[in-house]
């Protein structure tokens, strides 16, 4: 009964660097997304998927990228990692079309020095 | 501008009396959900409590219910003879239909109960 998995669960990065946060779900959840967590901001959307293929951004979603090729993962992609993303990240899922509460992973713990 | 707003950045609350989390919130949509969620020290989100803006009862689950005052779009959440394990930030949250069903977070409030 895994859910939703997030891998890793504490990273640290050097400025300039890149890497991929990975989230899978074993619920054949329609909808996905990610989020940050700062202290004093709540949980912010950076973005989401309603469907394999389909992506969307949320909130704040600049320096980061997403894709959805299957239904199971949905990755998130930092390009050029920056101290302002330190961060918790939480990955989400959920069914579509449904107010249905969100599932969530247990949170990778990022820092960018 | 902010969708949910939660007032109340900390409350410290006396073990076994009820507390009182405010949340309100802005939508045109006519369908949409609310929700609550605690997050412990240990820092996993724990889903409390659901809403729906057709539903014409308050959502009750155990020591938690939903105070939904549609008119004044606010949903707030009791807790009735709160425990030492209720300390935890609590975040409110809400699904729109018309925006992709996106689930939206307020930035919680920290809630500490005094033994």
């Known amino acids: 009964n895994a859910g939703v998995t997030q891998t890793p669960k504490f990273q640290v990065l050097k400025t300039g660097q890149s890497m991929t946060l990975q989230c899978a779900q074993d619920?054949?959840?329609?909808?996905m997304s990610w989020y940050r967590q700062d202290p004093g901001m709540g949980l912010r959307l950076i973005h989401y998927?309603?469907?394999?293929?389909?992506?969307d951004q949320g909130e704040v979603p600049n320096g980061y990228n997403v894709s959805r090729s299957t239904t199971e993962d949905f990755p998130l992609r930092l390009l050029s990692a920056a101290p302002s993303q330190t961060s918790v990240y939480f990955c989400?899922?959920?069914?579509?079309?449904?107010?249905?509460?969100?599932?969530f992973g247990q949170g990778t713990r990022l820092t960018v020095v | 501008a902010q969708k949910i707003t939660q007032t109340q950045p900390g409350m410290f609350v006396q073990e076994k009396e009820a507390v009182t989390l405010d949340c309100t919130y802005d939508?045109?949509?006519?369908?949409?959900?609310l929700f609550w969620y605690k997050q412990p020290s240990s820092g996993e989100m724990i889903f409390l409590i659901y809403?729906?803006?057709?539903?014409?009862q308050n959502a009750t689950e155990g020591r938690y219910s939903l105070n939904f005052q549609k008119a004044r779009k606010s949903a707030n959440l009791v807790i009735s003879a709160s425990q030492l394990g209720d300390s935890a930030m609590y975040f409110c949250?809400?699904?729109?239909?018309?925006?992709?069903?996106?689930?939206?977070f307020g930035k919680g409030t920290r809630l500490h109960i005094l033994p």
């Open positions: 989400a899922s959920s069914p579509s079309g449904k107010n249905t509460e969100a599932f």
């Open positions: 619920m054949n959840h329609e909808y």
């Open positions: 998927s309603v469907g394999a293929g389909i992506t």
């Open positions: 939508t045109s949509d006519q369908s949409y959900g």
């Open positions: 809403q729906g803006s057709y539903d014409e």
């Open positions: 949250a809400m699904r729109e239909r018309s925006r992709d069903d996106k689930i939206i």
